[in-house]
């Protein structure tokens, strides 16, 4: 099969999805377990927040996540400033016990875009600590050649903001960072349906991180299929070498031989 | 005493970590604690006593993405 031994390596661990999904904004537990089957993801994000003190019934995100199955990567949403990302990181390796972390450092409530200064001090800093770092990034080629020479295990450019669904709004950028690192390219966040994430890997992208467009859709099992599919297809397309694009058509019958 | 927890202020016995985990009905399996803002490791809850003034946070993994 032209699928088997095509893995995706970060930091020296294989996988064989280049799915990542989170498990943010599911309607309850059940709906989001389903949906993390149907998507093949082996890593799945997670928030790290306050335990509720006072309230202390309500389930707990880890009695319904196999641990042995999945990959946990802890994020950092939310932080502002290298500080708070460093310190939420530093917790989330202590209540994990994996060094894997989804660095993200937001410059802005509206829009949800990396401070890309914060995070290039804040990645330095997990790095030296022996963190694995996979940093949310801005779509821009010279912060990813930047991050991967501090020791970022991968880079992850946006495609469009978070949550927004626009898709991959800047291709061209993509095919720039892909030309410009060797760590594994991974599309976190803008996408919003299928055609979205094949359009990524045709790319020549290593993976895809989503969590909104799947946990957002009417049907987010059939929609994380429907993600685990397309990433799929469109990492064998891109494998597989498309035919260039002409302006003119041609045939696919043969000329010869015809009956007038 | 008093301390500090989740930015939220108590008053409790003298205890360790461990202890009052388990008072709260916390697994401390599934936490991660900062003692006044220092990484506290798993293995340092059962020694460690609270004492006047600390500030505990206690995190955990919710959805996100």
Known sequence: MPENNDKLVIAGREFDSRLMVGTGKYADFPQMVAAIEASGAQIITVAVRRVNISDRNKESLLDHIDLKKYTLLPNTAGCYTADDAIRTCRLAREAGLSDFVKLEVLGDERTLFPNNEELLKAAAVLIQEGFTVLPYTSDDPIVCRRLEDLGCAAVMPLGAPIGSGLGIRNPYNLRIILDTVKVPVIVDAGVGTASDAAIAMELGCHGVLMNTGIAGAQDPVAMALAMNLAVRAGRLAFRAGRIPMKLHANASSPLAGLIA | ?65
Do not use: W
């Not at chain 2, 360790?16 to 340092?44: F, H, M, T, W």
């Open chain 2, 1 to 65: 005493m008093n301390i500090t927890i989740n930015g939220d202020a108590a008053s409790i016995e003298p205890l360790s970590v461990q202890d009052y985990l388990i008072q709260l009905g916390i697994d401390p399996r599934r936490v991660a604690v900062e003692l006044n803002r220092e990484i506290l490791p798993k293995g340092a809850y059962p020694g460690t006593a609270l004492k006047e003034g600390d500030s505990l946070e206690i995190v955990h993994f919710v959805g996100g993405g």
